[in-house]
């Protein structure tokens, strides 16, 4: 009877274990996700070029500042789909391929956590910074701008208690390993 438990105990194991499997769409949807980036991307910039008879420095700025943005956000989604991927799913094997990133296999769930909301925490600066150079061309929504800028102080405060969580928690291991 012990033996019968065992076997259903492995089997219902190696059955939750299996279930990582499930992310893998996650992370093919995502890369889905930086396509339509990517496709983004292309349009500002084409928008961008088309504005180069007329534009002002202040529209070159705008433009930069989205370009930066995008370029931030399809950076934060291939760092959730690297190292989500190798950390819930499986080790993606490059056989050693000379492009292959150094850190990857290296981030685990809080460097990634910290990663996101640094990258959240920089584009929502530049969203802020853009929405700022708006104003000084057109009328501004300053109820909408308070908002922004609230939001904008809501992540970095969220980031750094995230940073002295995850400083705390290292820092107790430390302790426990010395005791």
Same mark, same amino acid.
């Given at each position: 009877?012990? =033996?019968?438990?065992?076997?259903?105990?492995?089997?219902?194991?190696?059955?939750?274990? %299996?279930?990582?499997?499930?992310?893998? /769409?996650?992370?093919?949807? +995502?890369?889905? !996700?930086?396509?339509?980036? +990517?496709?983004?991307f292309v349009q500002e910039l084409i928008h =961008?070029?088309?504005?180069? /008879?007329?534009?002002?420095? %202040?529209? !070159?700025?705008? =433009?930069?500042?989205? $370009?930066?943005?995008?370029?931030?956000?399809? %950076? $934060?989604? +291939?760092? &959730?789909?690297?190292?989500?991927?190798? %950390?819930?799913?499986?080790?993606?094997?490059?056989?050693?391929?000379?492009?292959?990133?150094?850190?990857?296999?290296?981030?685990?769930?809080?460097? #990634?956590? #910290?990663?996101?909301?640094?990258?959240?925490?920089?584009i929502s600066g530049i969203y802020l910074l853009?929405?700022?150079?708006? @104003?000084?061309?057109? /009328? !501004?929504?300053?109820?909408k701008m308070k908002w922004q800028a609230i939001?904008? &102080?809501?992540?970095? @405060?969220?980031?750094?208690? +995230?940073? $002295?969580?995850?400083?705390?928690?290292?820092?107790?291991?430390?302790?426990?390993?010395? @005791?």
């Open positions: 009877m012990a =033996a019968k438990k065992k076997t259903i105990s492995d089997r219902i194991e190696m059955g939750i274990f %299996n279930s990582r499997w499930l992310m893998a /769409p996650f992370y093919i949807g +995502l890369t889905g !996700a930086l396509v339509l980036l +990517l496709i983004c =961008a070029f088309s504005m180069v /008879p007329h534009i002002t420095a %202040n529209d !070159a700025l705008l =433009a930069s500042l989205s $370009l930066i943005d995008l370029s931030l956000a399809g %950076n $934060l989604v +291939l760092i &959730v789909i690297f190292s989500g991927y190798e %950390n819930f799913v499986s080790k993606i094997d490059t056989k050693g391929h000379e492009d292959d990133f150094e850190w990857r296999g290296s981030v685990d769930f809080s460097t #990634l956590k #910290l990663k996101l909301v640094s990258s959240i925490v920089a853009r929405v700022f150079m708006e @104003a000084s061309s057109k /009328p !501004a929504d300053i109820e939001i904008h &102080v809501v992540f970095v @405060a969220s980031g750094v208690m +995230l940073a $002295l969580m995850d400083r705390i928690a290292a820092d107790t291991k430390v302790k426990k390993k010395k @005791a």
